[in-house]
Antibody
Framework: QIQLQESGPGLVKPSQTLSLTCTVS??????????WSWIRQPPGKGLEWIGD???????SYNPALMSRVTISVDTSKTQFSLRLSSVTAADTAVYYC????????????????WGQGTTVTVSS | EIVLTQSPATLSLSPGERATLSCRAS??????LAWYQQRPGQAPRLLIY???NRASGIPARFTGSGFGTDFTLTISSLEPEDFAVYYC????????FGGGTKVEIK
């Protein structure tokens, strides 16, 4: 059974770059046409999609964050990563990595696998 | 960007009652809509995919309906563990979530 685990610093200073890694176990980043996604949730608020990488190739970003976000994948290490530059207090959130089943045969399969989430605080 | 509007923001009900949650899209998302449950301190859990299909292991009391711009999640008889926040989400045009509906104990 596939599992995802986020890792990275829990505290980042304003204006610096937030870097997180998602490690995939029990499965592969290159098997199947999935979206490997980053999603965040500020304290007490709703969910916000950051971006994703599809089938180890096509990358999409939330337009609101596009200028600051980079998502990459290391298939040999079964990891994918998030970098968010020039962070402010508004970037304080729980960050989730997730696997989205995408659209196939005219069905949308939803985000069926989530990591447990990692809390990142932006503060000096 | 497709905006998903969920209503009501909060639903106060008693165990055993029926819950009806609404999600409206700013433009058609066809059937490409999912519903999630999030309990405090936990990651979201997929309930419904492609608008009407229950995910693996989801009890039959959860039902999704709708197509295009108007969708509903119905919980036929609330169990204590169902009091949580529910989100809808679309994948037609990038990916967006609704603002959530909190189902709380009355």
């Amino acid at each position: 059974q596939i599992q995802l685990q986020e890792s990275g610093p829990g505290l980042v200073k304003p204006s610096q770059t937030l870097s997180l890694t998602c490690t995939v176990s029990g499965g592969s980043l290159i098997s199947g046409a999935y979206y490997w996604s980053w999603i965040r949730q500020p304290p007490g608020k709703g969910l916000e999609w950051i971006g994703d990488i599809y089938d180890s190739g096509t990358i999409s970003y939330n337009p609101a964050l596009m200028s600051r976000v980079t998502i990459s994948v290391d298939t040999s290490k079964t990891q994918f990563s998030l970098r968010l530059s020039s962070v402010t207090a508004a970037d304080t959130a729980v960050y989730y990595c997730a696997r989205d089943g995408g659209i196939a045969s005219d069905y949308y399969y939803g985000i069926g696998v989530w990591g447990q989430g990692t809390t990142v605080t932006v503060s000096s | 960007e497709i905006v998903l509007t969920q209503s009501p923001a909060t639903l106060s009900l008693s165990p055993g009652e029926r819950a009806t949650l609404s999600c409206r899209a700013s433009q058609s998302v066809s059937s490409y809509l999912a519903w999630y449950q999030q309990r405090p301190g936990q990651a979201p859990r997929l309930l419904i995919y492609d608008a009407i299909n229950r995910a693996s292991g989801i009890p039959a009391r959860f039902t999704g309906s709708g197509f295009g711009t108007d969708f509903t999640l119905t919980i036929s008889s609330l169990e204590p563990e169902d009091f949580a926040v529910y989100y809808c989400q679309q994948r037609t045009n990038w990916l967006t979530f609704g603002g959530g509906t909190k189902v709380e104990i009355k």
